[in-house]
Structure formats: C-alpha cells, structure tokens
C-alpha cells in the first residue's frame, strides 16, 4: 500500500521560514506539493519530477523550493518568506505514471495523497 506522510508544519510569524518533508513507502519519479485553505480549491504548489526539473505556483515562485530530501524516498518543501496567504493544509502527493512538473502540478494527475500538515503564518 503506498502511504505518504507529511511533517514539518507550524505556525510561524510573516517573513519566516519552515521546511515541510513528506516521507513515501516508495520513490515517485513526479512528486508535488499542494495545499488548501478553507473554503478554497486544493492548489498545486510545486511539483518535481526526477531530481531536477520542477515547477512552482507563482504566488510562491522564488519563495518556495521543491527538492528531494536527504533521507530515502522523501520530498521536501522549503519554504521562506511566508506570508499569512500561505496559511492552508499542505498536501504531499504523488503520481503513478511519470510525467513532467508542469502536469504533476496539476491534482488530477496525482492518485496519491498524504493526509496533510498544517502551515499557519500570522502577520
């Protein structure tokens, strides 16, 4: 069964920083990140295939990094700069079939969901 496993979420003050990592039962060539905030749709943030092609939102565009982390078969989120529009539910997700970050930043090519860590930036 394949399970992803968000950490890293918090609270924090405007212009600060937190990394998000998601932990996956197995390696994902197109991996992305995503979040919602209440009464919004589920937005991509930022989507990786392979180790360096990637693909961000651009309200986070130059604030956000998606990168492979350092521990086996985990993603990572860097975050820096929040702002409080960045307050939501951040998602890890991952596609089946490989594909490039401009789709895997879209929802419907992702199939699995992680349960999500909550991100909340106060000004």
């Known amino acids: 069964k394949v399970q992803l496993l968000e950490s890293g979420g918090g609270s924090v003050q405007a212009g600060g920083s937190l990394t998000l990592s998601c932990q996956a039962s197995?390696?994902?060539?197109?991996m992305a990140w995503f979040r919602q905030a209440p009464g919004k749709e589920r937005e991509g943030v930022a989507s990786?295939?392979?180790?360096?092609?990637?693909a961000y939102a651009d309200s986070v565009k130059g604030r956000f990094t998606i990168s492979r982390g350092n521990a086996k078969n985990t993603l990572t989120l860097q975050m820096n700069g929040l702002k409080p529009e960045d307050t939501a539910m951040y998602y890890c997700?991952?596609?089946?079939?490989?594909?490039?970050?401009?789709?895997?930043?879209?929802?419907?090519?992702?199939?699995?969901w992680g349960q999500g860590t909550q991100v909340t930036v106060s000004s």
């Open positions: 990786i295939s392979g180790d360096t092609s990637s």
């Open positions: 997700a991952a596609a089946e079939n490989s594909m490039t970050p401009e789709f895997g930043i879209r929802a419907d090519y992702n199939n699995y």
């Open positions: 197995r390696y994902f060539y197109s």
